[in-house]
C-alpha cells in the first residue's frame, strides 16, 4: 500500500468532523485497498458495528455474505473486496431504526477516497442514501423501483436493497430478487473474485 494511501486512510481513522452530532463519539468504519475490485457501498455502521470497529459484523452482514455468495475470509480480505459506507460512523438510533448518515463524510472524503480504487469491477449499492449518489445519473426512485432497474446498471454498479433483517416482508413481497437477481451477483462475484 503507497504512503499517501496509509497517510489517508490514518487521516480518515482519527476523522472528528461530526464528532459533535455523533451520540458516540467517532469511530470512522471502512475498508479500503487499492486493489480491490468489488466496492460495497452501504449507509452507515450501526450500533454492534460501531461496537467491534469491523464493516458488516452482524446480521445484515451474513445476509450481504449469503446474498453475494462468499465466506467472511474474502469478505474482509480488502485486496478484494472494499467497503466505503456513505458515512464512515454510527449516527445513533431515530423512532424507526438508525438515523441517516452524516452528510460531512461525502465532501470531506468520499471522492480521494474513491480514487484509491482504480481497479473496481462492481460497485453494490445499498439502500437509498448510496442510490442517490452512486446512481447519481438516474432519477431519484425508491429503492425497490431501483432495484428492479438493476439492468439498467449492470454490470458495473448493483443496486440492493439493505439486508437487514427489517427487510424480511421486501424480501417476502419481492421473491423475484432472490430468484433472478442473487444467482447474477454470485456468479459475477466468482467471476471477479475467482481465488473465492
Same mark, same amino acid.
Given at each position: 500500500?503507497?504512503?499517501?494511501?496509509?497517510?489517508?486512510?490514518?487521516?480518515?481513522?482519527?476523522?472528528?468532523?461530526?464528532?459533535? %452530532?455523533?451520540?458516540?463519539?467517532?469511530?470512522?468504519?471502512?475498508?479500503?485497498?487499492?486493489?480491490?475490485?468489488?466496492?460495497?457501498?452501504?449507509?452507515?455502521?450501526?450500533?454492534?458495528?460501531?461496537?467491534?470497529?469491523?464493516? @458488516?459484523?452482524?446480521?445484515?452482514?451474513?445476509?450481504?455474505?449469503?446474498?453475494?455468495?462468499?465466506?467472511? $475470509?474474502? %469478505?474482509?480480505?480488502?485486496?478484494?473486496?472494499?467497503? /466505503?459506507?456513505?458515512? @464512515?460512523?454510527? #449516527?445513533?438510533?431515530?423512532?424507526?431504526?438508525? /438515523?441517516?448518515?452524516?452528510?460531512?463524510?461525502?465532501?470531506? +472524503?468520499?471522492?480521494?477516497?474513491?480514487?484509491?480504487?482504480?481497479?473496481?469491477?462492481?460497485?453494490?449499492?445499498?439502500?437509498?442514501? $448510496?442510490?442517490?449518489?452512486?446512481?447519481?445519473?438516474?432519477?431519484?426512485?425508491?429503492?425497490?423501483?431501483?432495484?428492479?432497474?438493476?439492468?439498467? @446498471?449492470?454490470?458495473?454498479? /448493483?443496486?440492493?436493497?439493505?439486508?437487514?433483517?427489517?427487510?424480511?416482508? +421486501?424480501?417476502?413481497?419481492? #421473491? +423475484? %430478487?432472490?430468484?433472478?437477481?442473487?444467482?447474477?451477483?454470485?456468479?459475477?462475484?466468482?467471476?471477479?473474485?475467482?481465488?473465492?
Amino acid at each position: 500500500m503507497k504512503v499517501a494511501l496509509k497517510i489517508l486512510l490514518d487521516e480518515v481513522k482519527s476523522c472528528e468532523v461530526c464528532k459533535p %452530532f455523533l451520540p458516540r463519539g467517532p469511530r470512522p468504519v471502512i475498508q479500503l485497498h487499492p486493489k480491490a475490485s468489488v466496492l460495497i457501498v452501504g449507509q452507515a455502521p450501526g450500533r454492534k458495528v460501531h461496537e467491534t470497529g469491523i464493516p @458488516f459484523d452482524d446480521p445484515s452482514g451474513e445476509r450481504l455474505r449469503d446474498w453475494m455468495g462468499i465466506d467472511r $475470509a474474502t %469478505f474482509y480480505d480488502a485486496k478484494k473486496i472494499a467497503i /466505503l459506507p456513505m458515512g @464512515f460512523c454510527y #449516527p445513533g438510533t431515530g423512532k424507526s431504526g438508525d /438515523l441517516p448518515p452524516r452528510p460531512e463524510c461525502v465532501p470531506t +472524503w468520499r471522492e480521494q477516497l474513491l480514487r484509491q480504487i482504480p481497479h473496481l469491477k462492481l460497485t453494490l449499492v445499498i439502500g437509498q442514501y $448510496a442510490q442517490d449518489y452512486h446512481l447519481a445519473n438516474s432519477p431519484p426512485k425508491m429503492v425497490t423501483e431501483t432495484v428492479k432497474a438493476w439492468k439498467k @446498471f449492470w454490470p458495473t454498479q /448493483l443496486p440492493l436493497p439493505h439486508p437487514s433483517p427489517r427487510n424480511n416482508l +421486501w424480501l417476502k413481497r419481492n #421473491p +423475484w %430478487f432472490q430468484k433472478e437477481l442473487l444467482p447474477i451477483l454470485q456468479s459475477q462475484i466468482k467471476m471477479l473474485l475467482p481465488d473465492s
